[in-house]
């Protein structure tokens, strides 16, 4: 599997893969290094038990896609539509928002959905079994603040 592990220094997106067990990666951008464990459950793509990079072993499963990419498509399928509509061309507004909604699925369902760890935002994609729940706010606000007070912050 691949693990996009996070930095804890500036947040800079490192992709490792599993397979190859690096001791740790160095951050291309802060230049700090940070130390991995992988478990071998993720080294063998089985599931994702522990977090290599914080040792965490909570994790959520969301879609594989930028929420942000998402939402800009919807909105700018809306705002073309508004243009239609003001035009008086109701049948044309209503099928460019319904085809922007309709990309939007199809690009959400094509992605997938990627495991990510509550603690310090790690990212696993593979063929592993998926065993994490939905995003739970309460988990994440406890699991994050006790992340942020491990690296002293
Ligand atoms: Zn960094
Ligand atoms: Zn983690």
Redo the contacts with the bound molecule.
Sequence with gaps: MEVTV?CPGCEAALPVQAAEVPAEIACGNCRRTIPLQFSDAVTGDQSVDA??????RDFYIRKDFDPKVGLAFVVAGATISAVFYGYGMDLVAYGVLALAVIIDLAVCRRLGDVTV??????EFRGQFERTAGAFDLHTADELEAE?AKQLGR
Excluded: F, T, V
Excluded at 51 to 56: K, L, N, S, V
Excluded at 117 to 122: G, K, L, V
């Design positions: 996070a977090c290599p990079a914080c040792e965490g760890c509550y603690r310090c935002h790690a992340y």
